[in-house]
């Protein structure tokens, strides 16, 4: 067997005994990889002060890497399916990790396109790629828990940001004495972020070879040991059946859920756009706030964790009440929040922060619950490559939730003269498209059989090759486990206790 063909679907099926607990290492190791796409505004500065240019040409560096995320996910979606994770997997380390080494060339050579076309190209179709990957191998691994193991790995994009941008201040720190992060105004050297873009390239790297060694998918016929497939099939939202990505761009539960994404996406992004000078000017008086600059950044860091939070929190309360439940929270109380932080928000910094961060964690949770959705409406059959065609929605609210909140703020005034009132309108619109969203979800319904693929099933297996069948294998792979938990374990909680150590000054100023 050659090094290559060792990447294959086929090769790559679990022995007997393997430890399901070890996917959710795997699939950590790649989103809290690629999940440092969020932190890139911790160099922004620094990259405009070197490139002698503007906020927006350096901006465009991230929106490429979305707009990339969402077209390699959609466009690619089939491909991981039918290539399977491990494959999938090494490639989106091999873009993202030559993303970034592409662009220590464009910032070595002074050359921005070079920038653009290493991180912002590449890099984002490793982001695509790697966002999707993982994604039907859990579902199939977690039939019984789908929304706890999806949970698990699209946490980990939410904790990326949480570990990249204090490890980005520190390897600035060190190529650059000179940079003080606490410094308003203090810029890394040139040489500084090409060391940080060559290590973070050759780290991620690392990281996801380990998400590489880790994946497996299942065995034909396994399934979870106590599992029992006839309580699944008696649910009246999960499907039994199998549908095609092809057959399912074709339905209407499809656009409904992009529908449903978008408008929670939007509303989300929105708050997260804004978030340090929005509480900034929710408490502003006279010219002056009370809320100062260090103080809003422990509030963004805040936001951070809760959007965290609630991707494992929610979607695994999903996997009991069920997915269109848990959504018509997200969307209804989630319509009642901004109607609230419109009207009350400015009555107290507790309330404003309690009232964001549970906005924040309805986002988090929108993006890891989707996927249990898609395979209850489709099966498990290409649900990877349904899941990266809905990813187009997550590219459009990128760009329409600031696009929708910059352009009611333009009209009201200039950035540290506003107040609560300028808030308002964006506010309110944000509670109109989570009526849409809300509406839509409510319209939702099972899949009709002519969209089925004939001899596909879309549910768990009934055959009983259990997890329980070989304990004595899974036993010599204890090693193994705890080193994998352990070492993704160690990353978040770093990157949490470096934003509660943050967050405190909202409080203690």
């Known amino acids: 067997m050659s090094v290559l063909s060792t990447l294959d679907r086929e090769n790559s099926i679990a022995s007997a005994g393997y430890n399901r607990w070890l996917i ?22 620094s990259l405009v002060a070197h490139f002698g240019t503007g906020q927006t040409a350096i901006g465009v560096v991230f929106s490429l890497a979305i707009v990339m995320l969402g077209l390699s996910a959609a466009v690619g979606g089939t491909w991981v399916e ?6 999938a997997m090494l490639v989106s380390a091999a873009c993202w990790s030559g993303g970034f080494l592409v662009g220590a060339l464009g910032i070595a ?3 921005l396109w070079l920038v653009y076309l290493g991180y912002g190209v590449l890099g984002g179709i490793g982001l695509g790629i790697g966002y999707i990957s993982p994604v039907s191998t859990l579902i199939k691994w977690f039939p019984d828990r789908p929304g706890l193991a999806t949970g698990l ?8 940001a949480l570990v990249a941008s204090p490890v980005s201040n520190q390897l600035m720190v060190f190529y650059d004495p000179g940079y003080d992060p606490a410094v308003g105004g203090s810029v890394a050297s040139g040489g500084a972020l090409v060391g940080l873009f060559v ?42 059946a199998g549908v095609s990505a092809r057959n399912a761009v074709r339905t209407p539960q499809f656009w409904l859920l992009w529908v449903v994404l978008f408008t929670n996406v939007t509303a989300g992004i929105g708050i997260l756009e804004q978030a340090s000078p929005m509480i900034q000017d929710f408490f502003r008086d006279g010219g002056s706030t009370t809320v100062s600059v260090a103080a809003a950044g422990g509030f963004v860091g805040l936001l951070s964790l809760f959007n965290m939070a609630g991707r494992f929190g929610w979607s695994s309360t999903s996997d009991f009440i069920g997915r269109k439940p848990v959504y018509m929270i997200y969307l209804g109380v989630g319509a009642v929040l901004y109607t609230l932080l419109a009207t009350v928000g400015s009555s107290a910094t507790w309330l404003f922060v309690v009232l964001a961060c549970l906005i924040l ?22 649900v990877g490559a349904i899941h990266g065609r809905l990813l187009t929605a997550w590219s459009a609210a990128g760009v329409a939730g600031p696009l929708i909140v910059n352009a009611f703020l333009d009209a009201e005034g200039e950035p540290g ?3 609560q009132g300028a808030y308002q309108a964006p506010l309110f619109t944000m509670v109109g498209l989570l009526v849409v969203g809300f509406v839509a979800n409510a319209l939702v319904r099972p899949v ?17 090759r259990t997890a329980s069948a070989t304990a004595a294998a899974a036993e010599g792979r204890r090693p193994r486990l705890v080193l994998a938990w352990t070492l993704v374990s160690v990353l978040l909680g770093y990157g949490v206790f470096r934003v509660l150590l943050t967050a405190a000054q909202l409080f203690t100023g």
Do not use: C
Request: no cysteine; charged share 15%.
């Open 199 to 240: 290590t973070l390239g050759l780290g991620y790297l690392a990281l996801m070879m380990v998400g590489v060694l880790l994946i497996r998918v299942p065995a034909e016929g396994w399934r979870p040991a106590g599992f029992d497939p006839a309580a699944q099939r008696s649910a009246p939202m999960i499907t039994t």
């Open 361 to 382: 964690s309805f986002y988090g949770g929108g993006f890891a619950t989707v996927p249990a959705y898609l395979r209850d409406l489709f099966g498990t059959y290409e």
């Open 82 to 87: 039918r290539n399977g994770p491990r494959k």
């Open 24 to 45: 959710p290492p795997a699939a950590l190791a790649v989103h809290l990889s690629i999940g440092q796409v969020y932190a890139t505004s911790v160099y922004k500065n």
């Open 417 to 419: 003269t506003l107040t």
């Open 448 to 464: 009709a059989e002519r969209f089925h693929e004939p001899g596909v099933s879309g549910a768990a297996p009934t055959a009983d």
């Open 109 to 111: 050579a002074g050359q």
């Open 153 to 160: 790995a699209i946490m980990g994009f939410g904790g990326g």
